[in-house]
């Protein structure tokens, strides 16, 4: 292999491990992230049903109020029936039809009040319950972000000592190409597959392979600059 491309080579390596490294970091404050909105969401949710619970609780003691002085009307008119002192029957007699149905009417609404409290109260305590999962999960994940983040601080440090060194030695000409393709987040030194770039699929010519094999030169790819290598499968069987 050309020197220079073993310099790349190596220098590609410490930059992909770079990189290898902050995602995972990044993959860690993202599920922090994640959690952290969890406990947020719940919590607006139990905010949203504690004040569904108190509108319909408010609304219940209404209809009960009305209730019972619509019981207290049709108990009234039935007792004025019963004993026979209703001045005019059927007056009295429509106000007691009229009473028993709004009465049975208010119940009705006052049961399907109770029943949405029910609900709501079994939706605040699997709420509750969601609040605590989010909160220790939260919990391991901010524990993990903090043990493993701290690891990968110190790989990407003595990541950064390893770069350092080797960009020192890294070819001056070089150094132009190499950033540029570092800037547009492309993979440095990809191999050659079947006659083509791994990364494009450009044909790369039939000399290519030789010169690399012979390590007479350094190549890039016609398509997208990337430096070209061979398979490291054919590099064993030809050493």
Request: proline share 2%; net charge negative; with cysteine.
């Amino acid at each position: 292999m050309h020197p220079d491309l073993v310099l790349i080579q190596a220098l590609w390596e410490i930059d992909r491990s770079a990189d290898e490294a902050k995602a995972r970091a990044r993959s860690l404050k993202e599920a922090v992230g994640v959690a952290q909105a969890r406990i947020e969401e719940v919590g607006l949710d139990r905010v949203a049903v504690g004040e569904e619970i108190k509108r319909v609780e408010e609304t219940e003691r209404g209809l009960q109020r009305e209730l019972d002085r619509y019981v207290i009307r049709r108990d009234r008119s039935a007792e004025l029936l019963k004993g026979g002192s209703a001045l005019d029957y059927l007056t009295v007699q429509k106000q007691l039809e009229q009473c028993s149905a709004k009465v049975d009417e208010l119940e009705l609404s006052v049961m399907e009040c109770m029943e949405r409290s029910d609900g709501l109260a079994e939706k605040a305590a699997a709420l509750q319950s969601d609040e605590e999962v989010a909160t220790q999960t939260h919990a391991q994940e901010y524990a993990r972000w903090v043990k493993i983040g701290t690891e990968i601080r110190e790989e990407l440090k003595q990541l950064d000592a390893q770069r350092q060194t080797q960009w020192a030695d890294f070819p001056r000409d070089l150094h132009s190409h190499y950033s540029e393709l570092r800037r547009r987040n492309r993979e440095v030194v990809v191999p050659i597959i079947n006659g083509s770039c791994s990364a494009c699929q450009m044909t790369v010519n039939a000399q290519v392979p030789v010169d690399l094999l012979s390590g007479r030169r350094v190549h890039t790819c016609r398509g997208c600059g990337r430096y070209h290598v061979l398979p490291v499968d054919e590099e064993v069987d030809e050493a």
